[in-house]
C-alpha cells in the first residue's frame, strides 16, 4: 500500500506534504485489505454530490453561523465561495501561503509590516480601514462579527449580507490586482468598484420590496463616493 500510494503523488513534495504524508502513512500502517466488497460511507448507492461528502466531513452539531448569510446573500456564487473561504481562512492570504512554505514572510503586501491573514486584509490593514471610514461603518473585530455590523439608519439590514460580501470581495480583489498585477489602487477608487459591483447585483432581487431595498443601500454607497 505504501508504494501504491507514493506512486499517485507528485514528485518533491513540500515539506507540509511531506509532514501530511508521514501522518497519513502512521494512520494507514494497521490497514489490512483484502478481497471484499468496499464499504462505500458516503453514496450509499446514490451518485456523488459535494454536499454529501461536505455533512460527512462536519460534526453533526457543528453550526457554521456564517453560512446562512453567505449562501442567501444575492451575491453571484464565486463571491459567496469566496466568503465561506474567507469566513473559514482557507483563501491564499501571505500568512497561509508561509505557513505552506511557498512565500519566504507572512507579511501584507500593502502595509508590509503586518501579518496578513483574512482579518487583516479585510478590516485590520490600514487600506482596508481607510476603505470602512469611506463607506460610513464601523468595521467589526472579527471576520464572524461581519453580519452583525451596525449599518445606517433606514437601511434593511436583510441586504446587509450581500452588501458586506461586495466590500469583502473588492478588497481581497484589488489586494490580487496589487500583487499580480503591481496596480495600486486607492480606497476612492475600491468604493466606486464596490458601487459598480454592487450596482450589478441589486438585478439579482426579484421581488419588489427586496429591490427597492437594495436600491436604497446602492444610493447610500453611491452618496459616499460624493464625499
Request: with cysteine; hydrophobic share 45%.
Amino acid at each position: 500500500m505504501h508504494n501504491s500510494l507514493l506512486a499517485t503523488l507528485r514528485n518533491r513534495l513540500t515539506n507540509v506534504a511531506s509532514v501530511e504524508l508521514v501522518s497519513v502513512l502512521s494512520l494507514l500502517q494497521n490497514v489490512a485489505t483484502n478481497n471484499a466488497p468496499d464499504d462505500r460511507f458516503l453514496t450509499h448507492g446514490s451518485s456523488f454530490s459535494s454536499r454529501k461528502a461536505y455533512s460527512l466531513l462536519s460534526s453533526d452539531h457543528e453550526i457554521d453561523l456564517n453560512a446562512g448569510y453567505i449562501w442567501s446573500s444575492k451575491a453571484p456564487i464565486k463571491v459567496r465561495i469566496f466568503g465561506w473561504l474567507l469566513c473559514h481562512d482557507r483563501l491564499s492570504t501571505m500568512a497561509n501561503l508561509h505557513h505552506k512554505t511557498i512565500t519566504s514572510h507572512p507579511n501584507c503586501p500593502r502595509c508590509t509590516t503586518s501579518h496578513e491573514d483574512a482579518l487583516h486584509v479585510s478590516i485590520l490593514c490600514p487600506y482596508a480601514l481607510q476603505v470602512w471610514a469611506l463607506l460610513g461603518l464601523q468595521p467589526p473585530h472579527s471576520i464572524h462579527r461581519i453580519w452583525d455590523t451596525t449599518t445606517p439608519v433606514g437601511l434593511d439590514i436583510n441586504i446587509w449580507p450581500t452588501v458586506g460580501l461586495a466590500i469583502l470581495w473588492k478588497l481581497w480583489d484589488f489586494k490580487n490586482a496589487l500583487v499580480f498585477r503591481n496596480e495600486l489602487h486607492t480606497p476612492q477608487i475600491t468604493l466606486r468598484n464596490i458601487v459598480s459591483d454592487f450596482t450589478l447585483w441589486v438585478l439579482r432581487f426579484k421581488d419588489s420590496v427586496s429591490w427597492e431595498a437594495a436600491m436604497s443601500w446602492r444610493l447610500y454607497l453611491a452618496s459616499r463616493c460624493n464625499l
